[in-house]
């Protein structure tokens, strides 16, 4: 990197990106801020010398940044990079639609969590509908593709619903994201850990009487899909104050988060 700094600032910025992951996955929030602030530093640099060639990395770098100032609180500061990550991949995706549709539907999520952060209701609803439907059409089209993040779009959609106090609205995103996302779960748990566990801990909170007789327990097909994430070995293995710890220190990542770049 010292000796050819032109040849290797890509991978370097590449690395750093992926460092700032990890960091952020052992809750070391501000540590990671740096890498993905560095990490964009060099990526915008390259987009300006090379549009066509690094735009689609550079779009990345900003989402990174714009999540890892959500995840240390930093909300306020995250609505321009998220933004302008947003825009570069509504011109990407209208070039390459199936090629950009993920990271598009995540740049929406992170702007959801953000909006919904700094109290703007509609706005944040707006963008968490539009991260369902990418993530959505892409997980019926290639079923099992991406379910991590089609699930924390869905857990984002319901958390908006829920401050709008559409608490019906909100139980049926849950119960959707259970409904399609149970079986998924079942064969890979360690990749949907993090997300499965929100989304069952925000039913448990809308609906007391959860996993007993009545209420929305007894719509069709609900409960075999919700026994299917709390019936798994993993899952029952771990107690509730183990997984609200792991909520906490996983920083909500997964291994199929599309902004990393190994």
């Not at 060099?42 to 300006?48: H, K, T």
Request: with cysteine; net charge negative; hydrophobic share 35%.
């Amino acid at each position: 990197m010292q000796t050819q700094p032109e040849i290797y600032r890509p991978a370097w910025a590449r690395s750093l990106s992926n460092l700032g992951y990890f960091l952020n996955a052992l809750g070391r929030y501000a540590e990671a801020l740096e890498c993905a602030q560095q990490a964009e530093h060099i990526e915008c640099e390259l987009a300006q010398a090379q549009p066509e060639v690094y735009h689609p990395t550079w779009a990345i770098s900003l989402g990174n940044v714009a999540e890892a100032l959500l995840l240390a609180g930093e909300a306020c500061h995250a609505l321009p990079p998220a933004e302008q990550a947003a825009a570069l991949y509504t011109a990407l995706t209208a070039r390459y639609p199936k090629t950009y549709q993920e990271h598009h539907g995540w740049c929406y999520r992170i702007l959801a969590e953000i909006l919904l952060e700094s109290g703007n209701l509609e706005q944040a609803l707006e963008k968490a509908h539009a991260a369902v439907t990418l993530l959505g059409e892409m997980f019926s089209e290639r079923p099992g593709h991406a379910p991590a993040q089609y699930g924390k779009a869905l857990e984002v959609l319901a958390r908006c619903q829920c401050a709008r106090e559409d608490m019906t609205g909100s139980l049926q995103t849950l119960r959707r994201a259970i409904r399609e996302l149970g079986p998924h779960y079942e064969r890979h748990p360690a990749a949907l850990q993090t997300v499965m566990t929100k989304i069952v801990a925000s039913l448990r909170s809308l609906t007391p009487g959860i996993g007993g007789s009545g209420g929305f327990t007894n719509h069709p097909g609900f409960v075999g899909s919700l026994s299917c994430v709390l019936c798994t070995p993993t899952y029952r293995s771990m107690s509730l104050d183990s997984r609200e710890t792991e909520d906490t220190h996983a920083s909500d990542q997964d291994s199929t988060r599309p902004c990393a770049l190994w």
